[in-house]
């Protein structure tokens, strides 16, 4: 891989850098952050344009076994954590004043830990070395949605795009409708995963070993955390550390939402003759090879090779000509998820496309 791709993956720490400048430029500089993200990056997006190259095949075990891109997931760990740190701080210095600043604010927290954040933490997660399961973890407590690394991983992975997968959309579902759907239907279905191994090991629901339970208690014991260093620097208890924690964590996972919703809109794999399901192939999730926005979130819009091999870390992962192509990067993809009747003007033509070349095939 290029000396320039491999810095590319650098550029995700510019979202929290970019968050701390604004706070201390105050004014429309709060801006700064959903502006990178939502305009800048789309408009560089489009004019590099697509990245269809893969590395040579073999190259691949060498770049997949290179420290250096694993430093930079964990690096990302320590940053999120320290940040949200810094941002009880300047809470607690009164630097964060009317509903602009706040709603700023939270918002480019959100992308932060949620844009960034979570797209880490389900790299880590997909590992298998206990250093990148604890950092996948960590990341996932920092934004309330730790039951993730159970259903996305024993439930998303197996069941996409089938109609037993909360996290994929069907066609003329709305962003907001599914975002209920995938929020609350993935949780219960992570419970009934975890609660299926506790039986299968003997274990009872109320015990320490159901990580369902821990994963309740632990964002509660860090949010305690800012809240007692907040203490610490004021000698008070501030109500807004506790509303920050839990408001970015919403902007966060709804940007997980977001991402799940496009990735596999409509995409159904085909029932065979037995009875099941198709394997799951590069058909069947939406893909983007757009440089840039894919440098921000570690090639995570290469999906459909992520989808048909989870195992592979994402510097190595493939474009594929045959996948559905979405028409722009995840941050584009986003602002027209948002409008559901540009959303199915757009998609529904591009589904249609997908249908007319994949199932006669059946």
Request: glycine content about 4%.
């Amino acid at each position: 891989m290029s000396f320039i791709k491999r810095i590319g993956f650098f550029t995700a720490f510019i979202l929290p850098a970019l968050t701390i400048a604004s706070v201390y430029l105050d004014g429309y500089y709060q801006l700064a952050t959903i502006v990178f993200v939502f305009i800048f990056i789309p408009i560089v997006d489009y004019w590099v344009g697509l990245d269809t190259s893969n590395i040579n095949k073999g190259k691949v075990k060498e770049e997949t076994e290179k420290f250096y891109y694993r430093f930079v997931t964990y690096l990302w760990t320590y940053v999120q954590v320290i940040f949200l740190f810094w941002c009880v701080w300047v809470i607690v210095e009164g630097r964060i004043t009317g509903v602009f600043e706040w709603t700023c604010f939270v918002l480019s927290t959100g992308l932060v830990t949620g844009g960034i954040g979570i797209t880490v933490a389900h790299e880590l997660g997909h590992k298998q070395t206990a250093i990148e399961k604890l950092y996948s973890q960590i990341l996932l407590m920092t934004v309330c949605y730790m039951h993730f690394y159970i259903e996305h991983n024993r439930g998303h992975h197996v069941y996409v795009a089938t109609p037993h997968d909360p996290a994929t959309a069907q066609k003329n579902e709305n962003f907001y409708q599914f975002w209920f759907k995938s929020v609350f239907k993935g949780y219960t279905h992570a419970l009934h995963l975890e609660n299926k191994k506790l039986i299968d090991n003997q274990h009872k629901f109320l015990s320490i070993h159901n990580r369902m339970l821990w994963y309740v208690v632990l964002p509660i014991i860090f949010c305690l955390f800012l809240i007692g260093f907040a203490f610490i620097i004021s000698n008070q208890f501030m109500i807004e550390i506790p509303l920050f924690f839990f408001g970015q964590s919403v902007v966060a996972f709804t940007l997980l939402e977001l991402v799940n919703y496009l990735e596999h809109y409509g995409i159904e794999r085909k029932v065979l003759s037995n009875g099941r399901f198709e394997p799951v192939n590069p058909l069947h999730s939406w893909n983007a090879s757009h440089l840039i926005s894919n440098f921000f979130l570690f090639q995570l819009q290469r999906h459909s090779d992520h989808h048909a091999f989870a195992y592979k870390r994402y510097q190595v992962l493939e474009h594929y000509d045959e996948s559905p192509q979405l028409p722009f990067g995840y941050p584009t993809m986003i602002l027209i998820a948002l409008l559901p009747p540009l959303w199915f003007n757009l998609m529904n033509k591009k589904l249609e496309e997908w249908h007319q070349r994949v199932i006669p095939s059946a």
